[in-house]
């Protein structure tokens, strides 16, 4: 059973344009949703998290939106650069129980020049 | 954010080998390491989690005398890699964690065995 469902599979988005990241989650006990940012390579960065507890949170270019009723999360890019082309993992976590991340399938982000 | 540095970056041996990959927590105690197998354009998949001083829990599918993870330390962690074969060449990620702290991710190790 697949925890974490992430679409689309693959974006293009020209440059300036919005790309957005959909994520759903099954286990409402998750307290913790963080969006990784991954180049060919090399490992997963952080890039934004959000709990439960808000339904949005910005940090620079990249917001999350969080509806914890529908079970939903998103990543909004605006301003999208070509340097942001790269591939998105959403995941969730019980974060107070320092429990593993769970990944969605990842997101491979193209953004044209 | 917390720097964890994993060892080697890529790594090539023959069928039948052992290879170790190191990762350590640089500026934290990690309590708790999990280790990530991803294959080409796929998503990150848990093998094992281990908290220091303990036996490693390994994900089904994950065959614990193939792959042992030694966390003897809060800054240290390995994976050894052993009778590697083919179709264990993938990309390694260790991910550190203590407490109620967001995860860090190492750079990976790219594992090809031929």
């Known amino acids: 059973q697949q925890q974490v469902k992430q679409s689309p599979q693959s974006l293009i988005v020209q440059k300036g344009g919005i790309p957005i990241i959909n994520c759903a989650y099954e286990?409402?006990?998750?307290?913790?949703f963080p969006w990784y940012q991954q180049f060919p390579g090399k490992g997963p960065a952080l890039l934004i998290a959000?709990?439960?507890?808000?339904s949005e949170k910005k940090e620079g270019r990249f917001t999350i939106s969080f509806n914890k009723s529908a079970k939903q999360f998103s990543l909004h890019i605006m301003d999208s650069q070509p340097g942001d082309s790269a591939t998105y993992f959403c995941?969730?976590?019980?974060?107070?129980?320092?429990?593993?991340?769970?990944f969605g399938k990842g997101t491979r982000l193209h953004i044209l020049p | 954010g917390a720097v964890v540095s994993q060892h080697p970056s890529w790594v090539i041996c023959k069928s039948g080998t052992s290879v170790k990959i190191e990762c350590r927590s640089l500026d934290f105690q990690a309590t708790t390491m999990f280790w990530y197998r991803q294959f080409p354009k796929q998503s990150l998949m848990l093998m094992a989690t281990?908290?220091?001083?303990?036996?490693?829990?390994?994900e089904q599918g994950v065959e614990k005398d193939k792959f042992l993870i030694n966390h003897a330390s809060l800054t240290l962690s390995t994976l050894t890699v052993t009778s590697a074969h083919p179709e264990d060449s993938s990309f390694y990620i260790c991910?550190?964690?203590?407490?109620?702290?967001?995860?860090?991710f190492g750079q990976g190790t790219r594992l090809t065995v031929v």
């Open positions: 286990n409402t006990a998750f307290d913790y």
């Open positions: 959000i709990r439960p507890d808000v």
């Open positions: 281990s908290n220091e001083g303990s036996k490693a829990t390994y």
């Open positions: 991910s550190p964690r203590t407490g109620n702290t967001e995860a860090f």
């Open positions: 995941a969730a976590s019980l974060m107070n129980r320092d429990d593993k991340i769970i």
